[in-house]
């Protein structure tokens, strides 16, 4: 199994970014992809899943109504679209997938880590 996260970059407040999550070696429909992000000292923090088989999402309270996770079918890549981003957004960000086919934001339920991609929101 592979991830791979993709799309960070140097933003702007306001700003609106998408990153990308391709997976490989997991059968449609039979997982999640959940959104982690890691800010410089910090922990790592569960911000969005998707299940791949029906496309429900969850979201932690620290990013509702402002970012969207979705995919267009089981299978295709997942998609983390970051809309009015705020410096305190700063963070390494990494897509992972996990069993649980309805998804979770907790780490401990994911197997799978892609490496993550750098997202700098300058004031």
């Known amino acids: 199994v592979q991830l791979q996260a993709s799309g960070g970059g140097l933003v702007r407040t306001g700003d609106s970014l998408k990153l990308s999550c391709t997976a490989s070696?997991?059968?449609?429909?039979?997982?999640?992809i959940g959104w982690f992000r890691q800010a410089p000292g910090k922990g790592r923090e569960g911000i969005s899943s998707?299940?791949?088989?029906?496309?429900?999402?969850l979201y932690a309270d620290s990013i509702k109504g402002r970012f969207t996770t979705f995919r267009d079918k089981p299978g295709d890549t997942v998609y983390l679209q970051m809309d009015s981003l705020k410096p305190e957004d700063t963070a390494v960000y990494f897509c992972?997938?996990?069993?649980?086919?309805?998804?979770?934001?907790?780490?401990?339920?994911?197997?799978?880590w892609g490496q993550g991609t750098l997202v700098t929101v300058s004031s």
């Open positions: 992972a997938a996990t069993g649980m086919v309805h998804g979770a934001l907790s780490s401990l339920y994911y197997d799978y």
């Open positions: 070696g997991l059968l449609a429909g039979s997982y999640a």
């Open positions: 998707i299940s791949d088989r029906t496309g429900e999402t």
